[in-house]
């Protein structure tokens, strides 16, 4: 089939590459306009551009409406459009354009975690299962008719950047799969189900602030769907934030307040509601991650603490050295 790949970040990229080696063709790429990036925010290609001009394949940003992108579209007789985290909405008219439709691949198990968050929000309720699937694009968010599956396990200490990248290649895997069957003919799309619907709406740097007034699994688990992005956070007392990598709960340590800092020589332990949790790589404000004993090191060297050093949100307690 001639092929129109939608696609924008490095999580689209293995669907790409596993769509040119085919035997499929992909005569055009459609991806998001350059956008800013970094403190100095210079316009920079999304990572799909980036390796679809490398292969020398024509790149459209423009956004995809009206009649002027269907002729478009109707002049390359494209056949199927994959789309992998593309980014925006369809419209009717778009949606129709092509004879085998718009084949999205989402990492969920649908109906489960619609939306643009799916491997994060399913780390962060806990799933211990997860997958993708291929379907048809409507005009609903993540609601057309499944044509492919696959399902991946979650492990006990998966980032949601760690999970991502399985999907990612496996759910290549799958694109083509069922690229292949719709071009034999032998598949047939089949409506999601109503039960078991979850939303999964992008989570916002304000989600992922950590209040160490509850249980030690909810942290660590919502730290873990956080990582890379938006990046877990909480609140030092001086004001200024202090960004959280993965965190170890320690069910034999219960003896510490929420948000009371217990430092060591290798390790500093935080509590919560329920047990401690022992912090990994730190970040405090305008300077680069380090391991926690060092930034506690630092930290009681150069300031007395007289509260919970993060509980309530904004206070805390004095870190207290072995």
């Given at each position: 089939?001639?092929?129109?790949?939608a696609?924008?970040?490095e999580?689209?990229?293995?669907?790409?590459?596993a769509?040119?080696?085919?035997?499929?063709?992909?005569?055009?790429?459609?991806?998001?306009?350059?956008?800013?990036?970094?403190?100095r925010?210079?316009?920079?290609?999304?990572?799909?551009?980036?390796?679809?001009?490398?292969?020398?394949?024509?790149?459209?940003?423009?956004?995809?409406?009206?009649?002027?992108?269907?002729?478009?579209?109707?002049?390359?007789?494209?056949?199927?459009?994959?789309?992998?985290?593309?980014?925006?909405?369809?419209?009717?008219?778009?949606?129709?354009?092509?004879?085998?439709?718009?084949?999205?691949?989402?990492?969920?198990?649908?109906p489960?975690?619609?939306?643009?968050?799916?491997?994060?929000?399913?780390?962060?309720?806990?799933d211990?299962?997860t997958?993708?699937?291929?379907?048809?694009?409507?005009?609903?968010?993540?609601?057309?008719?499944?044509?492919?599956?696959?399902?991946e396990?979650?492990r006990?200490?998966?980032?949601?950047?760690?999970?991502?990248?399985?999907?990612?290649?496996?759910?290549?895997?799958?694109?083509v799969?069922?690229?292949?069957?719709?071009e034999?003919?032998?598949?047939?799309?089949?409506?999601?189900?109503?039960?078991?619907?979850?939303?999964?709406?992008?989570?916002?740097?304000?989600?992922?602030f950590?209040?160490?007034?509850?249980?030690?699994?909810?942290i660590?688990?919502?730290?873990?769907?956080?990582?890379?992005a938006?990046?877990?956070?909480?609140?030092?007392?001086?004001g200024?934030?202090?960004?959280?990598?993965?965190?170890?709960?320690?069910?034999?340590?219960?003896?510490?307040?929420?948000?009371?800092?217990w430092?060591?020589?290798?390790?500093?332990?935080?509590?919560?509601?329920?047990?401690?949790v022992?912090?990994?790589l730190?970040?405090?404000?305008?300077?680069?991650?380090?391991?926690?004993?060092?930034?506690a090191?630092?930290?009681?060297?150069?300031?007395?603490?007289?509260?919970?050093l993060?509980?309530?949100?904004?206070?805390?307690?004095?870190?207290?050295?072995d």
């Amino acid at each position: 089939m001639r092929l129109l790949f939608a696609g924008t970040p490095e999580a689209a990229i293995p669907s790409l590459a596993a769509l040119i080696a085919s035997n499929h063709e992909v005569v055009a790429v459609l991806t998001r306009p350059d956008a800013p990036v970094g403190r100095r925010r210079r316009l920079t290609p999304s990572p799909v551009r980036v390796v679809a001009e490398a292969a020398g394949i024509p790149v459209c940003t423009d956004v995809p409406r009206g009649d002027e992108f269907v002729t478009w579209l109707r002049g390359l007789a494209i056949d199927a459009a994959p789309v992998v985290a593309y980014g925006h909405l369809l419209r009717p008219e778009v949606l129709a354009a092509l004879p085998f439709g718009w084949v999205n691949l989402h990492f969920s198990l649908l109906p489960a975690w619609r939306g643009a968050a799916p491997v994060q929000r399913a780390i962060i309720a806990g799933d211990e299962v997860t997958g993708a699937t291929t379907f048809l694009l409507d005009e609903g968010m993540d609601t057309g008719p499944t044509l492919g599956v696959m399902t991946e396990s979650i492990r006990e200490r998966d980032t949601s950047g760690d999970l991502l990248v399985r999907l990612a290649a496996a759910g290549a895997e799958l694109l083509v799969k069922t690229l292949d069957a719709l071009e034999a003919g032998a598949l047939s799309p089949a409506p999601q189900p109503s039960e078991g619907v979850s939303l999964a709406p992008k989570l916002l740097p304000d989600d992922a602030f950590i209040d160490f007034q509850i249980p030690a699994v909810a942290i660590d688990r919502l730290i873990r769907g956080c990582t890379p992005a938006p990046g877990a956070w909480t609140m030092h007392p001086e004001g200024w934030r202090l960004g959280l990598g993965p965190v170890t709960p320690q069910p034999d340590v219960v003896d510490l307040a929420p948000g009371e800092v217990w430092a060591g020589k290798r390790s500093v332990l935080v509590g919560t509601i329920t047990c401690a949790v022992e912090l990994g790589l730190v970040q405090p404000f305008g300077r680069k991650p380090m391991p926690a004993a060092d930034w506690a090191r630092g930290a009681v060297k150069a300031t007395h603490y007289t509260r919970n050093l993060f509980a309530n949100h904004r206070l805390g307690q004095a870190l207290r050295p072995d």
